[in-house]
């Protein structure tokens, strides 16, 4: 089975702080993305990624970076957390050898403070 | 990007009932998955179903591409089946979600 993991699935952080946001899937997967969800504004893609080291902004990457130094693992920065990115962060994995099937993550709650 | 509809946005059902929700989508796609959100928030995938019809239990799923739509049959619903229903189609090299149905199952 696949499986995608996140480093934490509650995390509360204060204004100003680095949040490092860690994702790691075991399937060789070579796509990887991240998302948010907010209630009333459904999925948002931040970045996504497909290969290492490459990265493309998604539909909300203000605010926001990625890294991608090896193939299963893909982490989202945020350098100075805001509460306007309390929100829930979910991360997802497919590969064009599997159809592109995504497979997510349990997510991660951020609330900043 | 293309545009993807849920239908129904609520859905409330008594134990035993059978449901349909609806999926559709703007253009082509190279892939439609169904994926129930449990209340924890994980995304748990039910169907990859870029065409065809697929069974799992009391779970069905029917898309017709040519039409750009997509079906999930729910039968003999359970509590344990409340939560909210996405759908997405993949299409470039993105994934595009509905707003999601959101179901209640009252015993």
């Known amino acids: 089975d696949v499986k995608v993991t996140q480093s934490s699935r509650y995390l509360v952080k204060r204004t100003g702080e680095k949040v490092f946001l860690e994702c790691v899937q075991d399937m060789d997967h070579e796509n990887m993305f991240w998302y948010r969800q907010d209630p009333g504004l459904g999925l948002r893609l931040i970045y996504f990624?497909?290969?290492?080291?490459?990265?493309e902004k998604g539909d909300i990457p203000e605010g926001y970076s990625v890294s991608r130094e090896k193939k299963e693992r893909f982490s989202l920065i945020l350098e100075s957390a805001s509460t306007n990115q309390t929100s829930m962060y979910l991360c997802?994995?497919?590969?064009?050898?599997?159809?592109?099937?995504?497979?997510f993550g349990p997510g991660t709650r951020l609330t900043v403070t | 990007g293309i545009q993807v509809e849920q239908s129904p946005p609520d859905l409330i059902l008594q134990e035993g009932a059978n449901s349909t929700l609806r999926c559709n989508f703007s253009d082509s796609v190279n892939n439609l998955q169904w994926f129930h959100q449990n209340p924890w928030g994980q995304l748990i995938n039910l169907f990859y179903?870029?065409?065809g019809t697929k069974q799992n239990g009391r779970l069905s799923a029917t898309t017709v591409a040519t039409e750009r739509y997509s079906l999930l049959y729910i039968s003999s619903s359970q509590t344990t089946d409340s939560g909210v229903y996405f759908c997405a189609a993949f299409t470039g090299n993105q994934f595009y979600f509905g707003t999601g149905t959101s179901l209640t199952v009252i015993p």
């Open positions: 997802a994995s497919n590969s064009p050898a599997g159809g592109y099937e995504q497979y």
């Open positions: 990624s497909y290969d290492v080291k490459m990265k």
């Open positions: 179903i870029p065409s």
